[in-house]
């Protein structure tokens, strides 16, 4: 397909279909029906590994799990390590004649699990006919018969984020191989076995195989497509900071009664430094906060004014009365945002006694957008404090440090990372927009940034190559929650759009 340059052109592509040749996505679909029992098996057997930062054991059986299915289709396989880490498995694949080398990557990693939060075993995978609560029943895939419906929904940790990118990755491979279709593009793999983690290893693995991981575009297998059940591609992701804090008052809980009103209460001073640092609206109220923010582009700007709206649906589906800011959610999620991740102090309820709470505790992440730097957000959000009366600490305070101040802080800061946004009108941002406009029987949405934080400037500092964001999960699919679950329409659409990733880029 021929793609003109412009953000006009790139909006276009957005809201029509394409012109498809010889219909790959129709070809993929009839092959995929025939398959539908092994491709729902194997998403079990992945599942199944319990490959959580918790479970060393659980990751490296899902790393040899993954290495063996590549190899058993024909890619060279290396698992790529560093000490004390995970490996990152990695395959290639070269097509005679390609001009291009496509890297795609994935996590087969999840989130940590409280198991007494999930209706059933966070990894044994089990399907129901609808989302959890809303009336369903379990599947007995067993005796189950093909065609499944699409809205049945399989639950199990890490579905979603994301072993279901896996799984349409292979599943997209072997229809092409069965259909007799050559790649486009020479194939490579990179998945990752900590980015739940916050991929602290990444970086020195990618930097000690640069030579081996080289290519013309990374297709990043993350996140979750449009809430309006279009698929989606994204061009950058926020970047993100946060610390855990502790905020001190009384060596010992006191009667509320006969000290409340005199003795500093900390649970209330925690609810003063929250409206210190965030306007009712969201705004980060921390000067200098927004200054490196990088003003966005027409091509950004008319691509947002391209999506459908969901505010609405959403409301209804989280049951809220207001959205916090004015505007769409693409328009908050293009600003950087102050979250409260968690607060504790005291008891409530049947628990709760008259007494002024010794500490209160809070959990707060930022997240940025170009060209915030980590580094800087801690240092304006230190200097914010200590002009505000805190007095910051590294450890917990003696009796003469608590004596000397009035208003303490114990700060926890995590590392971070920076945000990053590509290019949406280079060649190979078109000929992807392109690739999944034919995969698809709907328009393909596309933003410039995701809401959540993947960390793509690593990408970036060393390979200084396009990068955009494949996903493929329903946007209601619990990710990091108890009940994660991926709605089987979005496997069969991702591997759709791994095929034609696959088959179809040229540029």
Known sequence: MRVAIGATVIVGLLCTTSVRGDDLKRQVDRWRAAHETQIIAQFEQLVRFPSVAANPDGVAAAAAYLEQQLAQRGFDVTLLRVPNAPPVVFGSLATPGAARTVVFYAHYDGQPVTPSQWATPPFEPIMRSAPLGSGDHVVDLTTAKPPYDPDWRLYGRSTGDDKISEIAFLAAFDALKALGKKPSVNIKVVWEGEEEAGSPHLADILRANADRLRSDLWLI????VHQSRRPLLFFGARGTIGFDAIIYGPIKALHDGHYGNWVPNPAAMTAELIAELRAPDGRVLIPGFMDDVRPETKAERDA?????????????????????????LIDAIMRPALNVRGISAGKVGGEATNAIPVSAEISVDFRLVPDQQPAKIRDDVESFLRSNGWTIVADTPDSATRRAHAKLIKLDWEDGYAAFRSDMSTPAA???IAAATNASDQPVAVVPTLGGSVPLYVFNDIFHTPLVGLPVSNHDDNQHAANENVRVQNIWDGIDAYAAMMAELRW
Not at 307 to 312: A, C, R, S, Y
């Open 221 to 224: 297998g993350d996140g979750p």
């Open 304 to 328: 947002i004014a391209a999506l459908p709206p969901v505010e609405d649906e959403l409301q209804q589906e989280f049951q809220i009365g207001r959205s916090e800011s004015a505007g769409s």
């Open 430 to 432: 078109r000929a992807v």
